[in-house]
């Protein structure tokens, strides 16, 4: 994928732990804190804060410092600006004490000043680490922990061949076009949040030079693109031999559907995230997953996992308007939710609601049957 979106909710499981189960099933959580404190991968501003392998590193250090427009790293620079010799006092603190989080720092005044009411702490280690100078080097409950940028990746030190932003930019589309699988020309900036936005006419060399195969899809208007690292698996589609079986539930920001355009277009799938919508406004609930079954994208549910009770409980369960969903799908949904929910230690699923509503029997038995083959085994 290239990237792993970091958020802080965790009704159920936080973002980036949920995308790597939809895809890999039961691994141990602690794997991606481990691999972030082992240097495998590292963070940075991409699409929005991310994870990144850290191969990647250099090429997101040169497109943050001169290409990226984001809000973070502006109001890093106007730190720089303004706070300088406090930014400076920090990082002597961190050189000679060594790494800190934003929690080591009491707040002076007890009122916290912009970007959310931080203490001015929290605010320069964000900055700092916006343009580089500081690194996470691990989490502790999910907790940054700061770090001069030469101690979490020593590397940086002795590098001299620095991609230019060109080469940069080029790379990130091949590696938007690998994670999307299939895409328009106009959804591949999304993937790394890159600028400007794409045309056709902007991809004609990278087609010519055989990097990238423009293909037509039936009902699209516009060109479609394939990275030639997959041209066995296009063959296969273009066959139909190619056959979708894995079934999970997606975190509001898995990358299928950080590009709302792209998941209507290409799944029939209009998602919004409603958390940060009044709750009288929401339409579906407050912390909805996506549902894939085989491909497709057939529903939402709005969960949360209640740990301390060992229940995960799916508040409200909505499938695609005008949408009927097959025994298959029901089964296949039914042991999504089972697995998710033993991933979470909440052997108790409870149902409180479907739309439509008669779709909660038969859901209900194909969890009663699922949770029977599981004991079985």
């Known amino acids: 994928m290239g990237l792993l979106q970091i958020d802080t909710i965790h009704v159920v499981a936080r973002s980036p732990y949920l995308v790597l189960f939809s895809r890999l099933g039961a691994y141990p959580q602690s794997w991606l804190d481990e691999a972030l404190a ?32 984001h809000w973070g790293l502006a109001h890093a620079q106007k730190s720089h600006a303004k706070q300088r010799a406090e930014l400076d006092q920090l990082l002597l603190h961190i050189r000679d004490k060594g790494p ?17 009411g931080w203490k001015d702490e929290k605010r320069w280690l964000e900055a700092l680490f916006a343009t580089g ?18 101690r979490v990746a020593p590397q940086l030190a002795g590098s001299s061949d620095t991609p230019a932003v060109a080469q ?4 990130f589309v091949e590696q938007s076009v690998v994670a999307l699988g ?24 990278l087609v010519e030079q055989g990097a ?46 950080w590009d709302r355009e792209r998941a209507l ?8 995230l409603e958390c940060y919508t009044p709750e009288a406004k ?66 108790n699923v409870t149902i409180k609601a479907t739309h439509p509503a008669k779709l909660a029997v038969a859901l209900r038995r194909a969890l009663r049957a699922t949770s029977q083959e599981s004991a079985l085994k």
Not at 138 to 144: C, D
Not at 227 to 250: F, G, M, P, V, Y
Request: contains cysteine; hydrophobic residues 45%.
């Open 168 to 171: 940069v930019q080029q790379r």
């Open 265 to 272: 277009t290409l799944f029939d799938f209009d998602y919004r």
């Open 38 to 69: 082992r240097g495998e991968v590292f963070e940075t501003w991409a699409h929005e804060a991310c994870f990144a392998p850290m191969e990647d590193l250099l090429a997101h250090r040169v497109y943050n410092c001169e290409a990226r427009k």
């Open 282 to 347: 929401r339409i579906h609930g407050y912390f909805v997953l996506p549902i894939l079954c085989r491909g497709k994208l057939i529903g939402r549910l709005d969960a949360k996992a209640h740990r301390a009770d060992g229940v995960f409980e799916v508040r409200a369960l909505h499938v695609q308007a005008g949408a009927a969903w097959t025994e298959q799908q029901i089964a296949d949904v039914a042991q999504a939710i089972q697995r998710c929910a033993h991933w979470h230690a909440t052997l």
């Open 100 to 116: 800190v989080k934003s929690s080591d720092f009491e707040r002076a005044d007890g009122e916290g000043s912009a970007w959310w």
């Open 212 to 257: 990238l195969l423009r293909v037509h899809v039936q009902g699209w208007k516009l060109p479609a693109y394939v990275h030639s690292s997959q041209a066995t698996l296009l063959k296969k589609a273009q066959a139909n031999t190619l056959e979708a079986t894995h079934s999970a539930l997606l975190s509001p920001f898995d990358p299928i559907v």
């Open 133 to 150: 100078e500081l690194m996470v080097a691990r989490r502790e409950r999910f907790q940054r922990v700061y770090d001069l940028a030469e």
């Open 182 to 205: 299939i895409t328009q020309a106009r959804w591949i900036n999304d993937y790394y949040r890159s600028k400007p936005r794409l045309k056709d006419a902007d991809l004609d060399a």
